[in-house]
C-alpha cells in the first residue's frame, strides 16, 4: 500500500514570496489534514478535510494560508505571502474515516520550509 | 483549551533499559489519545491508539496506559534497543470538535 505523498520535501523561499504544497493521501481515505510543525515542537493542526469539504480549519491564519482539496482526493496548502515565523515542516496526513476512535491517521514525509 | 505537555523533554538510556514516558493534557474529555514515533526528517508513525474508554493497549515491548481523570498517559518501553532512538510523542483528540493537539515530544537517544 502507498504512503502519503508530500512534493516538494524541501523549498527555500524569501519573505513575501509565494509557495505551495502537494499531498497525495493514501487511496480511499476520506479525511485529509495538515500540519504545522515548528523545530522542537509538535505538530499543530492547520486543516482538517473530509472529502472535499472543510471539517476544521480553525488554526488556519487565512489571511495568508490557504487550502483545497478538489475531487476529494490531493490537496495543496499555499501560503501567500510568506513570513519568517512560516518556516517549519508542513506535514500532510490521512485517514480512513471520520470521528472513528479506533482510526489512526497516517503521515507523509513533510515539506521542510525555510523562509529567509 | 486543551493543552498537552511530555516529561521529560530528551532522556538518553543504555541499551537494555526499561523507560517509562509521561503524556499530561488539561481536558480530560477526550476521544482517544495516541502516540507516535518521529525519525529525523521523517513523518510520523502510530504506535499505539488509546480508546477513551480503555485504560491500556500493547504492541510488542510497548505498552501505553492512560488515566483520563487525572489527565495522564504513560508510555513504557521494555527492554529499550538503538533502533527506538526517535521523537516520541503523544496526541489527544478532543470530544468537542474533531481537534486533535499534540504534545512536544520526548527526544529518545538509546545508547549501544
Known amino acids: 500500500e502507498a504512503g502519503v505523498a508530500q512534493s516538494p520535501r524541501y523549498k527555500i523561499i524569501e519573505k513575501r514570496q509565494s509557495v505551495a504544497f502537494w499531498c497525495n493521501p493514501i487511496?480511499?481515505?476520506?479525511?485529509l489534514y495538515w500540519y504545522q510543525q515548528i523545530l522542537g515542537q509538535g505538530p499543530k493542526l492547520l486543516i482538517q478535510f473530509q472529502n472535499n469539504g472543510v471539517v476544521d480549519d480553525s488554526q488556519l491564519p487565512k489571511d495568508r494560508f490557504s487550502a483545497e482539496r478538489l475531487k476529494g482526493v490531493d490537496s495543496t496548502l499555499k501560503i501567500q505571502p510568506a513570513k519568517l515565523e512560516d518556516s517549519a515542516v508542513y506535514l500532510c496526513a490521512s485517514s480512513f474515516s471520520y470521528r472513528v476512535s479506533t482510526d489512526t491517521q497516517y503521515f507523509g514525509p513533510g515539506t521542510r520550509l525555510t523562509v529567509l | 483549551k486543551q493543552e498537552v505537555t511530555q516529561i521529560p523533554a530528551a532522556l538518553s538510556v543504555p541499551e537494555g533499559e526499561n523507560l517509562v514516558l509521561n503524556c499530561s493534557f488539561t481536558?480530560?474529555?477526550?476521544?482517544?489519545l495516541q502516540w507516535f514515533r518521529q525519525d529525523p526528517g521523517k513523518g510520523l508513525t502510530s504506535l499505539l491508539l488509546?480508546?477513551?474508554?480503555?485504560r491500556e493497549q500493547t504492541s510488542g515491548r510497548l505498552n501505553a496506559s492512560l488515566d483520563k481523570s487525572s489527565g495522564r498517559s504513560t508510555l513504557y518501553i521494555a527492554a529499550s534497543q538503538p533502533g527506538d532512538s526517535a521523537t516520541y510523542l503523544c496526541a489527544v483528540e478532543d470530544n468537542y470538535g474533531q481537534n486533535f493537539v499534540f504534545g512536544p515530544g520526548t527526544r529518545l537517544s538509546v545508547l549501544p
Open positions: 488509546i480508546q477513551s474508554s480503555q
Open positions: 481536558d480530560s474529555a477526550i476521544y482517544n
Open positions: 487511496s480511499g481515505h476520506a479525511t
